[in-house]
């Protein structure tokens, strides 16, 4: 029996009835002197009254959407899903012999529309995830539509959106992930943006890699994480969709880069990536020099748009200006570019996160 469901509230309800009434019709028998009468009127007293705290604690859970399942309660909620490596090289495969990602959740916080604070919006939960392909570890967190709570939750297919900044713990920022989690509970409250999981990860995911997106060798392997241990752990524990159509990535000046790279070059994982315009080459990091010129080349994406077959995304801008001119002079069907502004207000993000749900499933 689940911790929300209306069948633990019953039956905690019915208890406490029979235990009242019985405590009512036998208490003259009970009250009779005797040490082993009065263990008997302690025992019925305290049963009584810890059914009714537990009533009343399942009605508040139950209101205020504090633990989902018993084993978030007892501190055991832990998902984990093995990832297998396929065509690899044989360096790789060894690396990732016996070992599971893991994907664990640290922290849980209900989910409200703003204006609408007795609608439920979801789930807001920090995870740590590790790979195993990758070898990377990292923490974010993961936005849990509410649609995914409900008795059919478990056999849908929902989008995913990646967003890559380093801001999502900055409370004030509008990339902070609470900011993230409002917005698109609003907005799916609203009818604009269809249910969505949404991961939020740092663009600084590992140590010597800088906010790029590339496997360095010898290096941190960013882009394994972002197109194989992800997937695979988000799919492992929650109703995430196996279509790479249904996949999209979103950065900010700090992680806008990453997104375009990640879609540009992995088209068979995301279809969609939004950022600002003119993020064409990564931010510089200490390992940059020593890289081969083909890997210097693979990180100017204007280059890859001139050399390169044209990939079946779509890439959305969020603004209109100049520094979006080399990419739109160099788009070709399949590939499609459009540009949407953020919205005004406390919602910024609001008119891109419809955008990228609206283009969700239309991969060219």
């Given at each position: 029996m689940g911790l929300t469901s209306p069948a633990l509230i019953v039956l905690l309800a019915v208890l406490a009835g029979v235990l009242l009434a019985g405590a009512i019709v036998f208490w003259p028998v009970l009250a009779v002197p005797g040490p082993g009468r009065v263990a008997a009127r302690i025992t019925v007293v305290c049963a009584l009254d810890l059914v009714v705290?537990?009533?009343?604690?399942?009605?508040?859970?139950?209101?205020?959407?504090?633990?989902?399942?018993?084993?978030?309660?007892?501190?055991?909620?832990?998902?984990?899903?093995?990832?297998?490596?396929?065509?690899?090289s044989p360096v790789?495969?060894?690396?990732v012999h016996g070992r599971d990602g893991e994907l664990g959740v640290t922290a849980r916080f209900p989910v409200t529309v703003p204006g609408q604070r007795q609608t439920r919006g979801g789930k807001?939960?920090?995870?740590?995830?590790?790979?195993?392909?990758?070898?990377?570890?990292?923490?974010?967190?993961?936005?849990?539509?509410?649609?995914?709570?409900?008795?059919?939750?478990?056999?849908?297919?929902?989008?995913?959106?990646?967003?890559?900044?380093?801001?999502?713990?900055?409370?004030?920022?509008?990339?902070?992930?609470?900011?993230?989690?409002?917005t698109a509970a609003l907005e799916i409250a609203a009818g604009q943006m269809r249910p969505a999981i949404i991961v939020m990860l740092p663009a600084s995911i590992a140590p010597g890699a800088g906010r790029g997106c590339l496997d360095v060798p010898g290096g941190p392997q960013v882009g394994l994480f972002f197109t194989e241990d992800l997937p695979q752990l988000i799919r492992s524990g929650f109703p995430a969709s196996a279509s790479a159509a249904q996949w999209a990535l979103f950065g900010d000046g700090t992680g806008g880069y990453c997104a375009l790279q990640l879609a540009l070059a992995n088209s068979a994982v995301y279809s969609v990536a939004a950022a600002p315009p003119g993020y064409y080459t990564p931010p510089a990091w200490p390992g940059r020099?020593?890289?081969?010129?083909?890997?210097?080349?693979?990180e100017n994406l204007l280059?890859?748009?001139?050399?390169?077959?044209?990939?079946?995304?779509?890439?959305?801008?969020?603004?209109?200006?100049?520094?979006?001119?080399?990419?739109?002079?160099?788009?070709?069907?399949?590939?499609?570019?459009?540009?949407?502004?953020?919205?005004?207000?406390?919602?910024?993000?609001?008119?891109?996160?419809?955008?990228?749900?609206?283009?969700?499933?239309?991969?060219?």
């Open positions: 705290l537990g009533l009343i604690l399942a009605i508040a859970n139950r209101s205020g959407d504090f633990y989902a399942s018993w084993s978030e309660l007892f501190g055991t909620e832990h998902v984990s899903g093995r990832v297998v490596a396929l065509g690899r790789v495969a060894h690396s807001l939960l920090a995870v740590t995830m590790t790979g195993p392909v990758s070898g990377i570890g990292t923490s974010g967190f993961l936005y849990v539509p509410q649609a995914a709570a409900s008795p059919r939750g478990k056999h849908l297919d929902l989008p995913v959106i990646v967003v890559i900044s380093d801001r999502i713990r900055t409370s004030a920022a509008a990339f902070s992930a609470k900011r993230i989690a409002s020099a020593r890289l081969t010129r083909p890997l210097r080349q693979q280059f890859l748009l001139r050399h390169q077959p044209m990939q079946p995304v779509s890439v959305l801008l969020t603004s209109n200006s100049a520094a979006a001119t080399p990419l739109l002079a160099l788009a070709r069907s399949p590939m499609r570019v459009s540009i949407t502004a953020l919205g005004n207000g406390g919602w910024p993000l609001a008119p891109v996160l419809d955008r990228i749900s609206r283009l969700l499933g239309t991969q060219p």
